[in-house]
């Protein structure tokens, strides 16, 4: 019996004066399998932890667990998301429940969401490690056991999971180190002793492995003789002596950089990145003129992507060394953090004048890719497969994605669906293949494709603990629909609601983000509309009641939009303010009996390639020219410098800033217009959803909701769709627009007023 255990049956059954204990002693009893020890303890909670009671709760379902009573531990599980519908740890235990029996999809998005709440708790990322695991996905299983590694040590399984992550897809010396270190924390693990033997042979049967052995150990410094022997035993899987070693090597000289390198590197190798950083930072406050400890502190940093900690030491590290490979791609790598893909292009290229090898040769091509410059991504990536075929699985995802936007998609497919038969479950490969279905017109295999979107690690993912609706009868029935993605999706998946009320459920629930709730709200009458922050505490799903089913907003046209004759011809299925639309043709009006068109010129985020779908506001005032009419700005963000500039080309607009900042208004004024001319934004999903004549002026090649051959848009009837005829070419596309605008509107040849531009009261 433990000592825990005989001190809890000293105490009797008193409640008075019996000691507590934290929830982390109590996992660490279920840890050790000491389950009812575990279970008195969980009742004894202190008294100042937080949501004590939904905590007991979730410790009792997860020794349920331990103890296969899954039924028990499930409905404990809900009962506490019940109480706190956002709270992870009961997300987490539900993901462990349903991975168990054999849910993986279901369980990956529960413990996915907990790690987005909590990404610094070892168990949350070891289930979502082993989810990945159970799917195929290697990659993503890699990275999450590789962080429940860092943050917990001595967790031989998440060690012997990384390895078996790490041999599936083709890293056999990161592989090795975590099998080696498995066996360290328990020499009697037999799984990892298996897994180890399976890896050796996997070396001896293929003759590259010593050339990966070797590219891995490129970054060393040279091997002084005094660390020779602290890296035998590293080599040996005997980590925790080399660590020791290199500690007293380091305590009697403390001023040599290399050991300090070293030793970070065997703590980085145990999963303790964090001691190791301290190490370093340590030698780097005593020596600071060390540059070789700088250098390895900022791309340690930047691998841990603390990306505002590393930005300083990068730029300490560049004025020394302004030519050093990784210091540029580490910096670059802070550039796109901060959605800078032009200035992390520049940094790209100044490292690959430097260094023309294959590896940089393909970060290069992927920089290209974020650029938006495809040929050149494409061009690079068929350079390494002619030097290297064998390179074709890791440059697979920036070939498809350039072949993609190219427009070449009878050569992108073939290679998704090869890899997707190998890795059905590979959410990086499933929404490319989405995407080329959807806007090829492939709707049904389109969608199914789509639906694996959240399979990856995606930040804005939340899960609620109703079982997910995959088509069942709704009659009488009771469903809530999650709001996910922008303001313009969630307006163009709304046109999927009246579909689930065709289907007579008792009730719809319709969470979407606040900003268009009001316009949501007044369209659906049918829908208890709830306006949230799309944030993840969830707190309003405690008020909304019994809920037989969920599904997330983006996958209703996996059920209603399979062919593109299920998508409904309508007039407009939003409904602006009645007396707000009024305001607004009464304020168009007293400027004129001339047609009033709407004008939107940018659209996205360099995230979002805005590159592609934004022109100067000196290039749409050239349609001016062609329509004698009232042009009024519907572009959000800061359009100031832009008004002045389309006023001095001749459109001077009419600009109303709340109108544009209240979207509810913003409908109500779309709705007095005659016309909306605008790029691919937002713009045109309250346009066409309001069923209002929007001419939407795309890329050659645009978003999958745009597709490639459509004239309009199948969720906005009213929509035209003008393309570029070649990549970048907008000169094409304004001289259609131009000649449309002229045979609706008639031309006019008089001068502009000259008011310049125009500000609304």
């Not at 002229?742 to 007023?753: E, I, N, Q, V, Y």
Request: glycine share 8%; aromatic share 6%; proline share 5%.
């Amino acid at each position: 019996m433990s000592m825990l255990s005989k001190m809890i049956r000293t105490l009797g059954g008193r409640t008075s004066g019996r000691r507590t204990y934290t929830p982390i002693e109590v996992r660490d009893l279920i840890q050790r399998g000491e389950l009812a020890e575990a279970a008195a303890c969980a009742q004894l909670l202190h008294a100042n932890t937080p949501q004590r009671e939904l905590v007991a709760t979730c410790l009792r379902a997860e020794i349920a667990f331990r103890q296969h009573d899954d039924q028990t531990a499930e409905a404990l599980f809900r009962d506490a998301l019940k109480e706190a519908p956002g709270m992870a740890e009961a997300h987490y235990g539900l993901s462990l429940v349903m991975l168990a029996r054999g849910e993986a999809e279901s369980a990956i998005r529960h413990v996915q969401f907990a790690v987005n709440k909590f990404n610094l708790d070892p168990r949350f990322n070891a289930q979502l490690g082993l989810c990945q695991l159970e799917l195929g996905n290697f990659s993503h299983a890699a990275k999450s056991l590789g962080r429940a590694t860092r943050l917990d040590q001595r967790d031989k399984s998440s060690w012997n999971n990384l390895g078996i992550s790490c041999r599936a897809h083709g890293d056999w010396d990161a592989a090795r180190r975590a099998f080696l270190r498995a066996l360290e924390i328990d020499p009697a693990f037999e799984s990892a002793r298996n897994n180890l033997s399976l890896l050796e042979q996997d070396r001896a049967q293929h003759a590259g492995s010593s050339a990966t052995a070797a590219s891995a150990q490129s970054d060393d410094p040279e091997t002084s003789p005094r660390l020779a022997r602290i890296r035998a035993l590293a080599d040996e899987g005997k980590l925790t002596e080399a660590i020791d070693a290199c500690e007293q090597l380091s305590q009697s000289e403390p001023d040599d950089g290399s050991i300090a390198v070293e030793l970070f590197r065997l703590y980085r190798d145990s999963g303790d990145v964090a001691t190791g950083l301290d190490v370093l930072a340590a030698h780097s406050s005593r020596c600071p003129e060390n540059v070789d400890v700088l250098c390895e502190m900022a791309l340690a940093l930047v691998r841990e992507r603390q990306f505002k900690v590393a930005k300083p030491l990068l730029q300490r590290a560049l004025l020394v060394r302004p030519d050093d490979v990784e210091l540029l791609v580490g910096m670059a790598e802070t550039r796109v953090e901060q959605g800078r893909y032009a200035d992390a292009g520049e940094l790209m290229e100044r490292a690959f004048a430097v260094d023309s090898g294959i590896q940089m040769k393909g970060r290069l091509a992927a920089s290209h890719l974020a650029r938006c410059n495809y040929p050149k991504a494409l061009e690079l990536v068929d350079e390494m497969l002619a030097e290297e075929p064998r390179v074709s699985d890791s440059v697979a995802g920036i070939r498809v994605e350039a072949l993609t936007h190219l427009g070449r998609h009878d050569e992108a497919l073939p290679i998704l669906d090869d890899f997707i038969r190998r890795y059905p479950n590979e959410p990086e490969r499933r929404f490319p293949r989405a995407t080329i279905h959807l806007l090829n017109e492939r709707f049904g295999a389109g969608w199914d494709d789509y639906a694996f979107r959240n399979l990856a690690s995606v930040k804005h993912l939340r899960m609620v603990a109703f079982p997910v609706w995959r088509g069942e009868p709704l009659d009488g029935k009771s469903i809530l629909v999650l709001a996910e993605q922008g303001l313009g999706d969630q307006v163009m998946f709304a046109s999927c609601l009246p579909d689930v009320l065709a289907l007579n459920p008792r009730r719809v629930v319709v969470e979407v983000v606040d900003r268009i709730a009001p316009t949501i709200r007044r369209s659906f009458p049918g829908c208890e509309v709830v306006a949230t922050k799309q944030d993840s505490t969830l707190a309003w799903v405690k008020d909304i009641g019994e809920i037989d089913y969920f599904i997330p907003m983006g996958d209703l046209p996996q059920r209603f939009r399979r062919e593109l004759e299920s998508f409904p011809r309508h007039s407009g299925y939003l409904s602006a303010a009645p007396a707000r639309v009024e305001h607004w043709r009464q304020a168009l009006a007293a400027l004129g009996s001339r047609p009033k068109i709407g004008v939107s010129w940018r659209g996205g985020t360099e995230q979002t390639r805005s590159v592609l779908r934004t022109m100067g506001a000196d290039q749409i005032a050239g349609i001016a020219s062609a329509g004698d009419a009232d042009w009024i700005c519907l572009q959000y963000g800061s359009v100031e410098q832009d008004l002045r500039l389309a006023a001095d080309r001749g459109m001077p607009m009419h600009y109303w800033a709340e109108a544009i900042s209240d979207l509810d208004d913003f409908a109500a004024l779309v709705s007095a217009l005659d016309l909306i001319i605008t790029v691919c934004n937002t713009t045109v999903h309250y346009a066409g959803a309001l069923g209002r004549p929007v001419w939407v002026m795309a890329p050659r090649v645009p978003e999958w909701r745009y597709g490639l051959h459509f004239k309009a848009l199948p969720w906005y009837p009213s929509s035209v769709m003008y393309r570029q005829s070649s990549d970048g070419d907008w000169g094409d596309v304004l001289g259609r627009v131009g000649q449309d605008l002229a045979a609706r509107f008639g031309t006019s040849s008089l001068p502009h007023s000259g008011v310049g531009c125009l500000q609304g009261t």
